[in-house]
C-alpha cells in the first residue's frame, strides 16, 4: 500500500492551501485516513481524521480552520486549510488504517510565512 500526498507549499499568513491523498496498491476501503503533522524538533501530531462513516476528529488548534473529506474514489481524502498561521507550517503526513494496520505517505512541506 503506498499513499501519496501532495498539495504542500508556501503561503502567506491568512493564505489556503488543498492537500490531497490517494492511496494504491489495494481494493480494500480503509476505516479511516486522515492527515498528521510535524513540525521541526516537535512529534507529530493529529490533526484531523475522517472514518468510512464520514466522522471527522480535529486537533483543537485547527477547529473551524481546516476540513478533511473524503473522495469520490476510493482511497482518498483532501485537507482544505484556511485562515492558515505561521505555526502551521510542519510536514503534512497522510494517514490510513485498515485492520489495525496503520499506512503513512511520505509528507508534504507546508510553509507558512510573509
Known amino acids: 500500500v503506498q499513499l501519496q500526498a501532495s498539495g504542500g507549499g508556501l503561503v502567506q499568513p491568512g493564505g489556503s492551501l488543498r492537500l490531497s491523498c490517494a492511496a494504491s496498491g489495494t481494493i480494500f476501503s480503509f476505516n479511516a485516513m486522515g492527515w498528521y503533522r510535524q513540525a521541526q524538533g516537535k512529534q507529530r501530531e493529529l490533526v484531523a481524521t475522517?472514518?468510512?462513516?464520514?466522522?471527522?476528529n480535529y486537533a483543537d488548534s485547527v477547529k473551524g480552520r481546516f476540513t478533511v473529506s473524503r473522495g469520490n474514489a476510493k482511497n482518498t481524502v483532501y485537507l482544505q486549510m484556511n485562515s492558515l498561521k505561521p505555526e502551521d507550517t510542519a510536514v503534512y503526513y497522510c494517514n490510513a488504517g485498515r485492520g489495525g494496520m496503520a499506512y503513512w505517505g511520505k509528507g508534504t512541506l507546508v510553509t507558512v510565512s510573509s
Open positions: 475522517i472514518t468510512r462513516g464520514d466522522s471527522t
